[in-house]
């Protein structure tokens, strides 16, 4: 990844979390603060910074490679922030994307095992605030899988460990 997008990068992901501190803030009857994901607790695998080193989209067992670039990064605290950029400035929108572009950062639950739920505060793609995205995950050393709990959503995102 070249110094240029590295900068978009985290600068999207500080403009993330600004959108998601001051947009998406508790009532102050809700002041306690949350236990941590079970899923991203301090020792779960998830947590850190992972950037991605390929993205394949299609149904499921025709999975093709896209030239994405992007990175995802889980807290203890249990929440999740994803960005993703298609080099490809021609290529159509998806229910993700905007402009090419994918950003969204939410609330992990966990489901079970290896499967967890995001719930998307501040996103990009605006029609994804307020969805619940299932994910199962793989962690194997120092790689991540991620793939929809629902096949039909067709994607498999591999990303590296950057921490």
């Known amino acids: 990844m070249n110094r240029q997008t590295r900068t ?8 993330g ?30 947590v850190g910074e992972w950037e991605m080193t390929s993205l394949e ?8 490679p896209l030239p994405y670039g992007g990175q995802v990064i889980f807290t203890a605290s249990g929440t999740m922030a994803v960005q993703a950029a298609n080099p490809d400035t021609e290529a159509p929108d998806g ?16 489901v079970d095992g290896d499967s967890f739920t995001v719930e998307v505060e501040s996103a990009l793609a605006r029609d994804l605030v307020g969805q619940s995205l299932a994910r199962d995950y793989d962690v194997s050393g120092d790689t991540l899988v991620l793939t929809p709990t629902d096949p039909s959503e067709g994607f498999r995102a591999t990303y590296a460990r950057q921490d």
């Open 95 to 110: 229910p993700y994307t905007v402009g090419g572009y994918e950003a969204f950062y939410g609330e992990i639950t966990p």
């Open 8 to 15: 978009i990068s985290a600068m999207a992901l500080l403009l």
């Open 17 to 46: 979390g600004i959108l998601a501190t001051t947009g998406c803030t508790q009532s102050s009857d809700a002041a306690a603060p949350a236990e941590p994901s079970p899923t991203a607790s301090a020792t779960s695998p998830l």
């Open 57 to 64: 989209v299609g149904a499921e067992g025709d999975l093709q």
